[in-house]
């Protein structure tokens, strides 16, 4: 089901992208996910509604939903996990590195799209890109066909447009 509603939404919102993309000789948009794992101690776990709060080495509290719970069962307050977090989404390439692109895609982005981000790196072989949003942060996005990242290159402007589903898995840490 939620493949399925990912393919609608990944449809739509490459259907939606203006053609001036094309045009301006930028890469097609591709579908992709961002995975984050971190380890933390938990600090309290709901099993009935299967949510766990987990403090990170630096204090930091964070609650989240578990969406694979087979191995929520083992989680204890004070033990060790080690989090999971996966989400698709659409990337769409808004300008070049050599700052050309379509201004109806860029007023686009700003109301379609969930973040703008700038391309810091390309594994070509692998897909994966280093990207960094507008706060700095650096994230990665593996593009699910390595082949459609192809002509994507650093300093090239991309829209993220993530799904609204996050997958969530919690495992004791080892």
């Known amino acids: 089901m939620k493949?399925?509603?990912f393919?609608?939404?990944?449809?739509a919102?490459?259907?939606a992208a203006p053609l001036a993309s094309f045009a301006a000789g930028l890469p097609a948009p591709f579908e992709g996910s961002s995975t984050l794992q971190a380890d933390g101690v938990v600090k309290s776990v709901d099993q009935a509604k299967h949510s766990v709060t987990v403090l990170d080495a630096q204090g930091g509290e964070a609650s989240f939903n578990i969406t694979d719970?087979?191995?929520l069962p083992q989680i204890k307050q004070g033990g060790k996990v080690h989090i999971r977090m996966m989400r698709n989404a659409v990337i769409s390439v808004t300008r070049g590195a050599d700052g050309h692109g379509a201004a109806a895609q860029s007023?686009?982005?700003?109301t379609v799209h969930n973040l703008t981000a700038e391309v810091q790196t390309v594994d070509h072989a692998t897909?994966?890109?280093a990207l960094k949003g507008p706060n700095g942060a650096v994230f990665h996005i593996q593009g699910r066909e390595p082949a459609?990242?192809?002509n994507v290159t650093p300093g090239m402007q991309v829209s993220v447009a993530y799904a609204?589903?996050?997958s969530v898995a919690v495992a004791p840490a080892q």
């Open 69 to 71: 719970t087979s191995n």
């Open 3 to 5: 493949v399925k509603a």
């Open 107 to 110: 007023a686009q982005a700003n």
């Open 13 to 15: 919102l490459i259907a």
């Open 7 to 11: 393919g609608i939404v990944a449809g």
């Open 148 to 150: 459609k990242v192809v």
């Open 127 to 129: 897909g994966i890109m």
């Open 164 to 166: 609204p589903q996050v």
